[in-house]
């Protein structure tokens, strides 16, 4: 274990970007630099604690918070102006700050974004005024690690001017959604195309335009969940959502209000009907693409696809691509950038000899199922380079670059303040930093793990993925999983996904010093005879932990369950007019429902 050097002279840091990471790792500076004074007698470590340089492109803070377009960027990722959150409310409660130090009265299911915001901004200026430290309306041209110097080269513009200044560590906090996904192979296909096509990032210039129009969103996560809703609050015409599979938030929606959007599971844009006025948009199927031989695919006696294979939606006025981000990391040099452009970069590696999948709930349907020779490096839909960091922030190969971003779990606001714990210890010089050796190998052990975890195997194991394809139709997990029909076994399969984020998260609280846990100490869970240690998902959460998991559970059965709903209420019913008893993660408070019907109300 190498500790962390302490030098005579303060630490210097370079935070990019003032987003909900940068802010927040400001605050628990603040907060740090609060309670040593607090404590009295601590002059030594407070002329210890780092000397902050944070830049921010823009001229205020909050990231894609804010409603607002910076008139000088050519494309923003900012949210739209009423856009509401779709995560239930306690989930962005903090334990420092909570809903009772800012709010007068309970708050509804699901927030709005502004009232977000506002909760963030006052949390993160309750000691002092950490703007202080950052530089607005500033861009950083490049970031490079000179080795000789042991220093971060950060070089930035501000109006029109180039400074360079060199900085012991460097944080990156600007955030995964920083450039829209313009995915090329669907453009292509689109080329011939006579409507509207935008990024869901464009929805503010489109509001003024949606009423009466037909529109297809591509892409089937929260994006296009939300951008449904609002777009029927604003009198749309019919909308469609193509997925490329049955996966992801539009699927696990009951019903639609006013029945006003389809969503077209296992479908791809094929191309632009030919002969036609443009507006004609043809699919193909994707349902047998994780299918392991033509041969199955062509089979006659195969009726689990009984939808024609291809299709066509005509009259389409507005494509709007719900396809996602990707960070900006362009002017970070290869050597600190972790980043990479797709999965495919992603590194395979093999299990140990003899390894067996620890016993779950898929276990007896599924028997032993023989892992892939070669299995993906990542445990998530998505790869970002995650063999490169260790604790998910601090970069192997270098551990004064940090990135703080959420990458782990379905609560990024959480997740970014736990990760801006860590980066503080490191900053000022508190953790102790394995070897790089050993974090390499903490990785290795980390992966192995997620083995043990169906869903994490899932995105690893191509084998895996497809004994799962291959359960009867009848089975409850494709019952959930393809069909979104919940049952009991559905609803533990679906805690125990979120316990094991839960979980997650609770190993970091711990090294970051978190000022709130979601785990029992270990001491309080007695390792059984014949066991060497407690196995990651055996281990006990608190009621703040549990209450995370069944907010979660909720939020997802929220959705299934408008299936139920009476015709009359399918006419205007969402899933934030949801009553749901959510108790607060800190405060002594219930969610409330809300008074209007959700279409009724002015954003």
């Known amino acids: 274990m190498v500790a962390t050097p302490i030098n005579s002279q303060p630490t210097t840091v370079a935070v990019i970007g003032c987003g909900p990471g940068g802010m927040f790792f400001l605050h628990a500076l603040a907060a740090k630099r609060k309670a040593l004074e607090a404590k009295g007698g601590q002059e ?33 990722t900012n949210m739209y102006e009423g856009l509401w959150i779709n995560a239930p409310t306690p989930l962005v409660e903090f334990p420092d700050y909570t809903f009772d130090d800012h709010f007068d009265t309970p708050r509804q299911t699901y927030l709005r974004r502004k009232e977000v915001l506002e909760y963030l901004m006052a949390r993160v200026t309750q000691h002092e005024d950490i703007f202080q430290h950052v530089q607005f309306n500033t861009a950083v041209e490049s970031v490079e690690y000179n080795d000789v110097e042991k220093k971060f080269v950060v070089v930035t513009n501000f109006d029109g001017t180039s400074t360079t200044a060199l900085f012991d560590k460097c944080i990156w906090a600007g955030g995964v959604n920083g450039k829209p996904n313009m995915v090329k192979s669907v453009m292509d296909k689109l080329k011939d195309f006579k409507g509207d096509i935008v990024h869901s990032s464009e929805m503010n210039r489109l509001e003024s335009i949606i009423t009466g129009k037909r529109i297809l969103m591509i892409g089937g996560s929260y994006s296009a969940e939300d951008l449904a809703l609002q777009c029927t609050k604003l ?17 696990e929606m009951g019903s639609w209000p006013k029945n006003n959007v389809e969503v077209m599971s296992y479908r791809r844009v094929s191309s632009v009907k030919e002969n036609s006025n443009g507006k004609t948009i043809v699919f193909e199927t994707t349902y047998y693409d994780n299918e392991s031989s033509d041969e199955e695919s062509d089979s006659e006696d195969d009726d689990s696809f009984d939808e024609p294979l291809t299709a066509e939606v005509e009259d389409i006025d507005i494509i709007i691509l719900c396809t996602g981000y990707h960070p900006n990391t362009d002017f ?30 898929l276990s007896e349907a599924l028997g032993r199922v023989k892992p892939s020779k070669k299995l993906l490096g990542y445990a998530d839909e998505k790869y970002y380079g995650d063999e490169k960091l260790y604790m998910a922030t601090l970069l192997i190969d270098n551990t004064d670059m940090m990135i703080l971003s959420e990458k782990i779990t379905e ?41 043990d975890d169906v869903t994490a195997r899932l995105h690893m194991d191509p084998k895996y993925e497809e004994a799962i394809w291959d359960l009867p139709k009848d089975h409850w997990y494709p019952q959930w999983f393809k069909y979104k029909k919940a049952s009991k076994e559905s609803n533990e399969f679906v805690k125990n996904y979120y316990k094991y984020d839960v979980l997650l998260l609770a190993d970091i609280m711990e090294v970051a010093e978190y000022p709130a846990s979601f785990r029992l100490d270990l001491s309080d869970r007695e390792i059984k005879d014949g066991e060497d240690s407690i196995h990651f998902m055996d281990r006990e959460v608190n009621s ?11 939020n997802d059965l929220t959705r299934i369950n408008l299936a139920n709903a009476s015709a009359e209420e399918k006419e205007w019913k969402t899933y934030r007019d949801a009553d749901l008893p959510l108790e607060c993660l800190y405060s002594d408070r219930n969610v409330v429902p809300l008074k209007t019907k959700w279409l009724d109300m002015e954003d």
Not at 52 to 63: R, T
Not at 237 to 242: E, R
Not at 416 to 443: V, W
Not at 544 to 554: D, F, P, R, S, T
Request: charged share 25%.
């Open 44 to 76: 030594e470590a407070l002329a210890k604690l780092p000397v902050v340089s944070c830049f921010e492109k823009s001229s205020s803070a909050g990231g894609v918070w804010r409603s607002e377009r910076d008139s000088k960027a050519v494309t923003s």
């Open 235 to 251: 009198g749309s015409g019919k909308i469609y959502i193509s997925t490329r599979c049955r996966g992801g938030a539009v699927s």
């Open 332 to 361: 970070l040099s290869d050597s600190i950038n972790p980043y990479v452009s797709s999965a495919k970069d992603c590194p395979t590696w093999e299990l140990p000899k003899g390894w067996r999948m620890k016993p779950n709930m």
């Open 411 to 451: 609560m990024p606001l959480m997740e970014l303040d736990i990760f801006a714990h860590i980066c503080i210890r490191n900053a000022c010089g508190e953790l102790e930093i394995p070897s790089k050796e050993t974090m390499i190998e903490e990785y290795r052990l980390d992966i192995l793990e997620c083995m």
């Open 544 to 554: 703040i932990g549990a209450k995370v998991m069944n907010h979660n559970l909720q």
